[in-house]
């Protein structure tokens, strides 16, 4: 079995719709037969007959074997004339060989009228005068529909339409492209298949297959024995072998999908646990292509059909994202490096990867509200909440990472944001100490990067247990910090999104699961990124979460073709309780808005002693409760008994580990793990942290190198 099509087809974001650009190409075709008919043809209702004519001629394709045909004749119809250059990029890696976004199982099946022809840029949802954020708004609030994305009524000039066609072109071979792979894997498919059936019946010996394999492993036996294997593993009472117990065969499996792919045993199996064992091979293949290059429009520099017509101008083949974004163009090809166009230098796009556009949008942040971004380095998301907020109000954009907030800093000017704050504290324990009452609060918290493993193969190897206990350390305590720093009783807002670029449900419902029991004043709601996405867990390997856990959203590689990725909403129904004093490094206080402290006459008065009611408007009492500031004990015993059990499935005894003279019990337990930050920067040295992933390339400086001797000396 390859790179299964069903998996492929799973909904990746705003797939190209092939019909139309068939027609495109159809009419193309045309043009070249009828130049001076097109050319005088100005506006795009045209309904004359020859249009009629052409757009007859074209059958919308009614399956695949249809598709593939005709693709071969657009292909003759429209030769590309350019060769593809790879693009580059001072911000990404930009390899699109092996792009995935093409997917066109989705073609249209409608038939096409001429108007569809015509309306192209509309389609795009060039019309991008109407500002964003009319279209982001709290999907827990009913009366706010989102607004309509896409205008019909666009004029489309000449100059325009010649822009498209050269467009269309790259659209088309990339089209081409991706049939010709499709039709490979196709193949590849129907010869796994035939290999199938010749010992369907009586499974393959997959284990007498190990017992041959050699010191080098034939990479393609492996593969074979992957799919049997699994193939097995959904049939196991007819294809198995006797005396083979399930236990077995997931243990051959994984020990081959990390001879195969190149991961530890620890990560595979904590990623394989996530899925099926088909889709699990899906997800594992996922992470050996590229996701598409995606930028997003800055609307306060440019909008969406400005910047497209600018970059197609420059021999950029792009298209919208998907109907998702008014923002996003996905780029397909480019003979000059995106990090370094005109456009890019003026600031009108970002190269920002589409599931980085999630979080923001599910934050909707408003017009004159005040926002914080946590951890906002290198600034895609801090950027975007800035346009979506018109460039009003105020957003403090917060990293930990001095050279990062630099970086940060860069992108705020480049992009023209003149409403943003950097701040340069960890959020742990700096807010809402020194800033507190946000209206919005974005944490897109520091993770394992398990999403981004394509961006950042690294991952594979570099995350062990520690980090797994490590990190969600840390999210814990910044969620919560997160909470305490925005004001339940915003009149526009109260909400804190928590996303990670990580797929591992420690570091998602886990880290969620956790804050809601320690902050009885949120609730989950709808992040309003609608059918986008899969639903959380709300159940994992016999652990039950929160049941609205399915409101929030993951997003995959091989099921959205975007980078693996969590988005939750929260809601502030009332306040956080005051801190004791000794607490203060933690504060569960919700500190009044900057603007308002100058009237707070006493801390007493800052306290907001609203009750706190549930959801069905009973008081609800933290007497003797959970409800408080971070509990580092807590936590720490809880990564203790997790680093004891670690030790004793490695065969070793905790005590005799733990009681070496140079790691104590006592030290274990009061200081199980690096300390955070001191893991960041080792993150940032190594290159291996996943967390800076998603959009923004990474760079090691030197400041980087000596933060960490600095650090290293402190110690
Ligand atoms: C996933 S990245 C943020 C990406 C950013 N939101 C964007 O879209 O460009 C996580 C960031 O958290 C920062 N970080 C790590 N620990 C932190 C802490 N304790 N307080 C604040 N920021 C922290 C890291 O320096 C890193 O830049």
Known sequence: MGKGRRMKKQGPPGPLDESKISILKKRKAAEADSAPKVAAAKKRRRADVEEEVVAKKITPKKNKVNGVAASKVDKKEVTGKKKPVPMGSDEEDLDMEDDEFDDLDGVSEGSMDSDDQVERLSDWGY????????????????????GTMFSDDEDLSDAEEKLTAANIEGLSRKLDAAKQAEEEEAEQELQEAALQTNIAGDGPDVFADQAQQGLAPDLQLLRQRITDTIRILGDLKTLGQAGKSRAEYVDLLLSDICTYYGYTRFLAEKLFNLFTPMEAFAFFEANETPRPVVIRTNTLRTNRRSLAQALINRGVVLEPVGKWSKVGLQVFESPVPLGATPEYLAGQYILQAASSFLPVMALAPQPNERCLDMAAAPGGKTTYMSALMRNTGTVIANDASKP???GLIGN?????CK????????????????????????????????GVISKDPGVKTSKDERDFLAIPHMQRQLLLAAIDSVDHSSKTGGYVVYSTCSVTVEENESVVQYVLRKR?????????????????????????????MALTRRYFPHRENVDGFYVCKLKKTGPSPAAKPADDATSARDRRPARASSQAASTDDEIDKTPIVDEDGVTVDFEGGAFGPFEETEDADRIARAE???????????????????KTKGEASSKPVEPIQDQEIKANATKKSSNQGKGEKKTVTKSDRKEKKVKKAAK
């Open 520 to 548: 009885p004043n949120v609730k989950i709601v709808d992040t309003g990124l609608g059918d986008f996405g899969s639903p959380g867990f709300i159940s994992y390997m016999g652990k039950k979460f929160d049941a609205k």
């Open 404 to 406: 990062r907030a630099k």
């Open 644 to 662: 004891r059990n670690r030790l004793r499935r490695k065969g070793l005894n905790p005590k005799g580990v733990l009681n070496k003279p140079k």
């Open 412 to 416: 705020i000017h480049r992009l023209g």
């Open 127 to 146: 019309d991008d005068d109407e500002p964003e954020n009319d279209s982001v708004v709290d999907s827990d609030e009913d009366d706010h529909p989102r």
């Open 419 to 450: 409403n943003t704050i950097v701040t340069n504290l960890d959020a742990r324990t700096a807010f809402p100490k020194a800033m507190g009452g946000f209206d919005r609060v974005l944490l897109d918290a520091p993770c394992t990067g398990t």
